[in-house]
């Protein structure tokens, strides 16, 4: 019986919409984009989904992989559902991606995405709230707003100038430049390029490393660190060293800690 409630325990809290589907791996979860059949373009449903599905992520999940059935990751947003708004409305739609993706970003566990094929518009925005950015080969990267008219709404103003700079940001959507796998990961836009077919397994292997890691020296690295490096050089090191004390003043720091000295920790070795 409390085998049964445990796994019970560990399933999302969240009923997914067809558009999503979630797998648990262990401690790990892969959580899949299922609109092949629109190049995995990212409706209002399916980022309301994203949503409740990283908002409600079981504690005992300490890493997610983020991937895309089909040929694509994701085309962007789905331009079937792009209904005439006005002002407000247009703001209050584009906040509802802001609220989305920040709960990726800044949620419970981090987050691995596996890139392939296109990763364009919304799609881009989307793998840029995720923390490490795996790209198959046949990845192609781009930015099209500008020729339909429309401009960013999904946190790419924020998030893609601290990849590639805000210069790179521009000239991709001013001439529709497109980018590939190695163009991709040249700029930034990605950390790992690897064969086709071999980004899921890369990801869930990442994400298992990472879900060794100590829980809050991962809340750092995840939440705190990107507010450091955002703020002014005498604030970042306060806050710095707070965080270091912070983390390596926890039981299992020491525990760690005390491991590694008595012969017992893992070594880094040559990659």
């Not at 019986?1 to 999503?20: F, G, V």
């Not at 059935?69 to 739609?93: C, I, K, M, P, Y």
């Not at 500008?146 to 940001?169: D, E, F, K, N, T």
């Not at 163009?183 to 879900?211: P, T």
Request: charged residues 25%.
């Amino acid at each position: 019986m409390a085998k049964k409630a445990s796994q019970k325990a560990s399933r999302p809290t969240s009923a997914l919409p067809d558009s999503l589907a979630a797998e648990l791996r262990g401690n790990i979860a892969v959580v899949t984009l299922k609109r092949p059949h629109k190049r995995n373009a990212l409706d209002d449903t399916t980022v309301l989904g994203l949503q409740s599905f990283f908002a409600t992520l079981p504690k005992d999940i300490k890493a997610v992989v983020l991937n895309g059935e089909g040929q694509h990751f994701s085309a962007g947003l789905d331009l079937t559902e792009l209904s005439e708004r006005n002002t407000a409305e247009g703001v209050e739609h584009s906040a509802s991606w802001h609220r989305a993706f920040q709960h990726i970003e800044f949620g419970k566990a981090p987050v691995v995405a596996v890139l392939h094929g296109a990763v364009v518009g919304g799609g881009l925005e989307l793998a840029a709230a995720a923390h490490v950015r795996i790209a198959e080969r046949s990845t192609y990267y781009a930015l099209p707003e500008g020729s339909r008219g429309i401009y960013v709404g999904g946190g790419a103003s924020v998030r893609l100038p601290r990849l590639i700079g805000v210069s790179r940001m521009q000239e991709m959507m001013l001439t529709g430049r497109t980018y590939n796998a190695e163009e991709g990961f040249s700029i930034g836009l990605s950390h790992y390029v690897v064969e086709d077919g071999e980004g899921l397994a890369k990801g869930v292997a990442l994400a298992k490393r990472i879900a060794e890691n100590a829980p809050l020296t991962n809340f750092a690295i995840t939440h705190v660190l990107p507010r450091i490096a955002e703020s002014d050089p005498a604030s970042g090191y306060v806050t710095e060293s707070l965080m270091a004390a912070i983390a390596q003043g926890s039981d299992e720091a020491k525990s760690r800690l005390k491991d590694f000295l008595e012969k017992r920790g893992k070594k880094v070795l040559r990659g």
